[in-house]
């Protein structure tokens, strides 16, 4: 329960919205009720000092008692001394809790305006104040002013219980707007947590609406792309998975089909010797299947590595073309190379001439003898574009764009016979991206095929040539 988001979430904001709460009531509280208190102590010296004055403009015995009358009919209770600290008259009877303040009688550091005796509501029974009687500067007494400390306490037991029902309600407002915020927050994330679940259980199939345009969006068309991902990825696997087996027993056919004719008694040398050639051949189609379908394997799995080291691109293209002399000079074909002098490019040289190979094989295999083939090497200020065309029959457009892909030809039949199993541009495509760069085909169906491998250069522009 408590490793749930919803709930941790909610307890943080509840507790952390609680104590601020706490905090700032508090402080009001304190405030409120200082307030309160100051202005009933206030009132009662102001009271005092009021009848202090009466008395100092006419002091006789009907004024005092008319001072006591007046107090014996309100909540403040009155008692007046003389200047010997005997009391002359009170509005109501004198409690012992009052004789101890009364008993003062001296007036040395009191001061007209008078002062506050007691102010200690919560634990004394009254608070009280002190107004000096000074008439013709001669001291006369004083004026004791007293106040029930129950009054005050009634008065801030009000404000407690405002401030009580006023807590509650934010206390409940509170918790009703955590849960909310909690869900809100959490509701999204047990959407996709489901999702996620379903995606490992093979559903690839997950969709998760949102509107949303925050994180919580962006992280629900993640799932969702990921998951058309994984579709696309088992669906593309059980293609390959079915591609390669067609693969490898088409010529494991032909070879059993072959060997059957071959251990007939009644075939004739010239006939097995044939049919040994083709056999020969179909078990180099095969090796060289299975060898293109590990090196595959070995750049999906990250361990084709690429060793870069800067070489005269010149004459890696040169070696190139000596080694595929055989094969052009076979089918009487024209091919020239132009390349910068001393261009210097940084890339693994074996897998370059990898690349170069399978695209010049296939412009070789897929055009007609004694047409040209051009390979030209160009740059602009940050790539080395290296153009390989040929005048051969060219690709149908709607081929372009998969022609990279695994085991993609456009021509089954003619491929075949040529030997080509569709996986030698998958290779040279991924060996030029991990290069950093990248190839791209441009064809017109009848006119022939361009393949344009671009190279990112090295840092500056110098390291592009050798002086
Ligand atoms: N220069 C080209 N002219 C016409 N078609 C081409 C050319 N290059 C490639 N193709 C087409 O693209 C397909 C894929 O080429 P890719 O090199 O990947 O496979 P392949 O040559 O058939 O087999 P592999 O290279 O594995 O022996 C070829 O089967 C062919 O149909
Ligand atoms: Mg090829």
Aim: aromatic share 6%; with cysteine; glycine share 6%.
């Amino acid at each position: 329960m408590l490793n749930k988001l919803s709930v941790k979430i909610g307890l943080l904001f509840f507790l952390v919205i609680i104590i601020v709460e706490i905090t700032l009531f508090y402080i009001l509280y304190t405030n409120l009720v200082n307030d309160r208190v100051e202005e009933v102590m206030g009132d009662l010296l102001a009271r005092g000092n009021t009848h202090r004055d009466v008395l100092e403009e006419n002091y006789t015995a009907s004024t005092l008692n008319h001072v006591a009358i007046m107090e014996s009919e309100s909540d403040f209770i009155v008692v007046i001394t003389n200047d010997a600290g005997e009391t002359i008259t009170s509005s109501n009877p004198i409690e012992p809790e009052m004789t101890a303040v009364i008993e003062h009688k001296d007036h040395d550091g009191i001061p007209d305006e008078g002062v506050i005796l007691q102010s200690d509501w919560s634990n004394e029974k009254y608070v009280s104040t002190d107004s000096p009687i000074t008439i013709n500067e001669t001291h006369r007494g004083h004026v004791f002013m007293f106040a029930e400390s129950a009054n005050i306490k009634r008065i801030i037991g009000q404000l407690s219980q405002q401030f009580l029902f006023v807590g509650l309600l934010i206390i409940f407002l509170t918790i009703i707007t955590v849960l909310i915020l909690s869900r809100v927050i959490a509701q999204p994330l047990l959407r996709m947590k489901k999702a996620t679940e379903q995606l490992s259980r093979g559903n690839h199939e997950v969709e998760l609406y949102t509107n949303r345009k925050d994180e919580l969006g962006e992280l629900a068309t993640s799932i969702s792309r990921l998951s058309k991902d994984l579709e696309r990825l088992k669906n593309e696997r059980n293609e390959f998975l079915g591609s390669i087996s067609h693969e490898l027993r088409t010529p494991l056919t032909y070879m059993k089909g072959y060997t059957d004719i071959i251990s007939r008694k009644d075939v004739s040398v010239k006939d097995r010797n044939k049919y040994i050639k083709i056999i020969q051949e179909e078990t180099g189609h095969l090796t060289e299947l299975i060898k293109n379908l590990f090196e595959l394997a070995k750049i999906d799995q990250n361990e084709f590595s690429i060793k870069k080291e800067k070489i005269i691109y010149g004459e890696l293209l040169h070696t190139v073309k000596a080694r595929i002399q055989p094969a052009i000079d076979e089918r009487k074909i024209k091919l020239s190379v132009f390349c910068p002098d001393n261009l210097v490019v940084s890339v693994d040289p074996e897998r370059i001439q990898q690349v170069l190979l399978n695209i010049l094989d296939n412009a070789i295999k897929y055009t007609p003898k004694g047409s040209n083939i051009g390979m030209e090497v160009s740059q602009n200020k940050h790539e080395i574009l290296t153009t390989i065309s040929d005048t051969g029959a060219g690709i149908p457009e709607e081929d372009i764009p998969y022609v990279f892909e695994r085991l993609y030809r456009s021509e089954k039949s003619r491929s075949r016979s040529n030997g080509g199993s569709g996986l030698g541009l998958t290779i040279a495509k991924e060996i030029v991206q991990l290069h950093g760069g990248k190839i791209e085909l441009e064809s017109t169906p009848g006119k022939g095929a361009v393949f344009i491998i671009s190279l990112q250069k090295g840092d500056t522009n110098e390291e592009s040539f050798i002086d």
